[in-house]
């Protein structure tokens, strides 16, 4: 069963975003592709098929939006390696639907961890002081 929604925290959800900034918007998008892994994993233990494959889903479209972020003409080798992560993430996800590979998204996690955590010190730095443009977002 599923908690009935909170007017609340859905306002709060919006205002969080409408006043981010893109740096902080990239790591939201981040936070809510690992809060539907980690769903999705609970619910792979489960055996619950219908709510894996709605977090997957759910997953693999917040990592295509990461991608569609990512100008590969200003970022360069950097901006293609992100690329590649992406869509490494992206076919985990995939083959974890799929055949039910609770290892895969365990993978996927670990990767989406470690770029979160750049993009955070990415975004400290650039709150201590001015920076050059960042070369990997449109």
């Known amino acids: 069963m599923r908690p009935k929604p909170n007017p609340y925290v859905d306002t709060y959800?919006?205002?969080?975003?409408?006043?981010?900034?893109p740096?902080?918007?990239v790591i939201l998008l981040y936070d809510g592709a690992l809060r539907f892994l980690h769903a999705?994993?609970?619910a792979m233990l489960r055996k619950d098929l219908y709510e894996q494959n709605a977090n997957l889903?759910?997953?693999?479209?917040?990592v295509s939006e990461l991608s569609a972020g990512v100008n590969v003409s200003q970022g360069g080798e950097l901006a293609e390696n992100l690329l590649g992560l992406y869509s490494y993430c992206f076919n985990e996800i995939v083959d974890a639907n799929l055949?039910?590979?609770?290892?895969n998204v365990d993978r996927c996690i670990s990767v989406l961890n470690q770029l979160r955590e750049s993009w955070i010190e990415l975004e400290k730095q650039q709150r201590q002081g001015?920076?050059?443009?960042l070369p990997l977002a449109s």
């Open 13 to 21: 959800r919006q205002n969080s975003v409408l006043t981010a900034s």
């Open 130 to 133: 001015p920076s050059e443009d």
């Open 40 to 42: 999705a994993k609970e």
């Open 99 to 103: 055949n039910d590979k609770v290892e």
């Open 57 to 62: 889903q759910k997953a693999q479209s917040i």
């Open 23 to 25: 740096l902080q918007l």
